[in-house]
């Protein structure tokens, strides 16, 4: 596994350097992208140090722990890429309008981190299956209050599917072999598309519906129609300055 100790590094570093890219280009999502990063941390490292290296994959890290700084990294980069990627690459800008109650609002956070654990332990489900429906409850819990966001949610879905290609051919021309290396295929389906396993492509297109949309149903914010885009302040930009 020498070969590949720094597959899952330059992984990260890759997603942390759209992140990058999308904050320096817009202040207005600064605020969102550092949310959506933090949480991304706070619900993942669980995830990852319980169910995902379980069962799915078991990526060496330069500290040769079951989790590592890299993880930490992939989080941050990840998570904030997705919340922005799709505001950011088609130029939406975003209106305040009503929040929902604290509690509608948190409901969906509950329900992406918790639901899997559950369903793990009471059903033994895959832990990629057990994700993929808590991440259907808190989008299902989202869209129908929200129906201005299921365009968003959809449209990043396809963005974050095409991240996750850029990124795994990229690992795949630096370091020939390290899907079947890293990978826990016999319990995975085993169908790899195009060299990406079938799961990790369910896993960004399902992460970034709720990630592009999480944000704006908690704060209550709206993308603005086309006709006052050009003239929309962006939102929190003196904040994020």
């Not at 654990?117 to 929200?146: E, G, K, N, Q």
Request: proline share 6%.
């Amino acid at each position: 596994m020498s070969k590949y100790a720094y597959c899952y590094l330059a992984g990260a570093l890759f997603n942390l350097g759209l992140w990058a890219v999308l904050f320096a280009l817009r202040k207005d999502l600064r605020r969102e992208m550092c949310v959506m990063s933090g949480l991304a941390v706070l619900m993942g490292m669980p995830h990852e140090y319980w169910l995902w290296t379980r069962d799915w994959w078991h990526p060496p890290n330069l500290t040769h722990t079951r989790i590592g700084f890299e993880d930490v990294l992939y989080a941050i980069g990840t998570g904030g890429s997705l919340a922005a990627i799709y505001p950011g690459l088609l130029r939406r800008t975003l209106l305040q309008s009503e929040a929902p109650s604290r509690l509608a609002a948190l409901m969906p956070l509950l329900l992406n981190f918790s639901l899997p654990f559950i369903l793990v332990a009471l059903f033994d489900l895959h832990s990629f299956t057990a994700c993929a429906l808590a991440t259907c409850a808190a989008l299902l819990w989202i869209l129908p209050s929200r129906p201005d966001l299921i365009v968003p949610s959809l449209a990043n879905a396809g963005l974050g599917l095409l991240m996750s290609f850029s990124c795994f051919w990229l690992l795949e021309w630096m370091t020939p072999g390290f899907v079947a290396a890293i990978w826990d295929l016999p319990k995975l389906s085993g169908v790899v598309f195009a060299g990406v396993p079938l799961e990790d492509l369910g896993w960004y297109a399902y992460t970034a519906a709720l990630f592009a949309v999480y944000y704006k149903y908690a704060t209550g914010l709206r993308f603005a129609a086309a006709t006052s885009a050009a003239s929309a302040q962006p939102l929190h930009a003196g904040a994020a300055e």
